[in-house]
């Protein structure tokens, strides 16, 4: 017999998740050193030294099961956001959240609606609990069309709508206007998930508030209108994490902000222990050091501007992103060689990047904004892969 017929058909049908390719693993494969890894999006400046010190610290005490309800962490979460602890949610990283949205209010027979090219965790956390994905086909870009997604959260019975701003592997954006615009017109009977996983990293004049979306409500005061449980969109389900910027993504940790009634949902699905000891006290730490966002942020936008003018040098297009990565072109028609070839003659250099095929993107490759030194490694690899296959 098949142990996969044991299996629903919605398991059966999931095509994993393709992490990316890891720095041990194509060390063991090449017998080389000295590898640049921009695949995964990770901070190349590693974590703040206030949450290696934490980390270090909450060591001590590794023996104890960690806090169930994050008390601290969630303290810290409720300062800096100024709203209720019944209003957060912590994960396992910010992956987590995503799944426990889904598993919480979806089910079989329930549809919800992502874009087209948007995060894969999307898609595997509905097929998950059985429950059916409709994509909505892209706008400019490979961006989110969220009016066509209105269009299909209503017309399908959509209980479930995933929005990521900025998206990844694309690395577009909707403006703060944009997505009050669909919060407005979309029935509040549907949950809209709106994956921040980015968020620290956008420029000044383009960030927004989603946190105040949630608690304001009915032209009375913010706190009034949160202590009477009212909120303009108590739908809305705001996801972070502390895997990107706070450069912790080894340590799974992520949050989310929603109304407390929705929060009391995910926490009955959540595991009791699901964010470790370690990372809890490391997260409080990394929230608490600004001067470590704000360096990150200013090297990921030096960066951005080395990686971007080296492709136009290059000759090669790309999509203009919001995040700490960027998606260029290789057409085979120009270039001779293919964004696969691409891939793989990159790792022999000893630079990974990630394939976005998955994505639908099979002419594109998704390169992370790492070190100055690391970006021009990278480019001067990619220039002697294009001249090569000239
Ligand atoms: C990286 C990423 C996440 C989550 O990462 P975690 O490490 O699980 O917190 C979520 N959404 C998007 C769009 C991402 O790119």
New binding site residues.
């Given amino acids: 017999m098949n142990y996969s017929d044991l299996a629903p058909p919605y398991i059966r049908a999931i095509a994993p998740y393709q992490p990316g390719k890891l720095i041990a693993e194509l060390e063991r494969e090449l017998g080389i050193s000295g590898i640049v890894k921009l695949a995964?999006?990770e901070n190349p400046l590693g974590a703040s030294p206030h949450a290696i010190a934490a980390m270090h610290k909450a060591i001590n005490d590794i023996a104890r099961y960690p806090d169930g309800n994050g008390f601290e962490l969630k303290s810290a979460l409720s300062q800096r956001y100024k709203i209720d602890t019944a209003n957060i949610v912590l994960?396992n990283?910010?992956?987590?959240l995503?799944e426990l949205s889904a598993r919480a209010f979806l089910s079989v027979g329930d549809k919800a609606v992502y874009a087209a090219h948007a995060?894969a965790?999307y898609a595997l956390a509905t097929q998950a609990v059985g429950a059916t994905g409709i994509s909505v086909p892209a706008t400019k870009d490979f961006g989110h069309d969220l009016p066509a997604m209105l269009q299909a959260a209503v017309q399908h019975q959509v209980k479930m709508v995933f929005i990521?701003n900025p998206?990844?592997p694309t690395g577009t954006f909707l403006s703060a206007a944009e997505l009050l615009e669909f919060m407005r017109a979309l029935p509040s009977n549907i949950l809209v998930v709106l994956?921040e996983?980015?968020n620290e990293y956008l420029p000044e004049n383009l960030r927004y508030d989603a946190v105040s979306w949630l608690h304001k409500g009915n032209g009375e005061a913010v706190g009034n209108a949160a202590a009477r449980g009212l909120h303009e969109f108590p739908n809305l389900i705001i996801?972070r994490?502390?895997?990107?910027a706070y450069g912790l993504?080894g340590l799974?940790?992520?949050y989310a902000l929603m109304h407390s009634e929705v929060a009391d949902m995910l926490n009955r699905v959540r595991q009791p222990f699901n964010v470790n000891s370690v990372a809890q006290a490391a997260a409080v730490a990394a929230l608490g050091d600004l001067d470590f966002v704000r360096q990150t942020c200013e090297m990921n936008q030096r960066g951005m501007v080395q990686v971007t003018q080296g492709l136009k040098k290059l000759g090669l297009q790309f999509i203009p992103s919001l995040?700490n990565f960027v998606c260029f072109k290789i057409t085979h028609a120009e270039k001779k060689i293919n964004a696969g070839k691409a891939y793989r003659q990159l790792l022999e250099l000893g630079v990974i990047v990630r394939p976005v095929a998955n994505y639908d993107m099979p002419d594109y490759l998704r390169v992370s904004i790492g070190l100055e030194s690391e970006n021009e490694k990278f480019l001067s690899a990619l220039a002697q892969v294009l001249g090569e296959a000239v």
Wanted: proline residues 0%.
């Fill in positions: 995964s999006n994960g990283g910010s992956n987590d995503l995060f965790v990521a998206n990844n994956d996983a980015y996801s994490t502390f895997s990107k993504a799974r940790v992520g995040g």
